[in-house]
């Protein structure tokens, strides 16, 4: 049976996952870096406060005393959000594209692929408490 503590984790992470999904979609990955792009350049720090998740991941970290799925969860929300600054700023300020990229921004995304971390991030979280 799963504690209840951990099932509280998660879900506060499902809400917070939802959140950034919701502020964060659009059709096509291009759409999605442009509306990441709009926090970005008020301020790359307004950026990084609209994911919480990855200050959810720390925390997560620390709970589970860096227990190495809780760390695997936080090394990927790192590279998540380094692959999207990345793109924005190859994409947006440098507009240095390669066209296979661009034709891969412009690829229409499945309506529920944002959805992807509500069914890959919270085993992690659990196994992280196990």
């Given at each position: 049976m799963i504690n209840e503590l951990i099932l509280n984790y998660i879900i506060i992470y499902v809400f917070l996952e939802i959140y950034e999904v919701q502020w964060q979609k659009a059709t096509t990955m291009v759409g999605?870096?442009?509306r990441m792009h709009e926090y970005y350049k008020k301020s790359v720090f307004l950026f990084l406060i609209m994911h919480?998740?990855?200050y959810f991941s720390i925390f997560i970290m620390l709970v589970s005393n860096y227990n190495m799925y809780a760390i695997f969860f936080?090394?990927?929300k790192v590279l998540d959000i380094a692959m999207k600054i990345m793109l924005?700023?190859?994409v947006f300020i440098d507009k240095e594209i390669s066209h296979e990229l661009s034709l891969a921004l412009l690829t229409p995304?499945?309506?529920y692929l944002p959805y992807m971390g509500l069914v890959v991030y919270p085993p992690f979280i659990y196994l992280a408490f196990s």
């Open positions: 999605m870096l442009a919480p998740t990855f936080f090394s990927i924005i700023k190859q995304l499945n309506k």
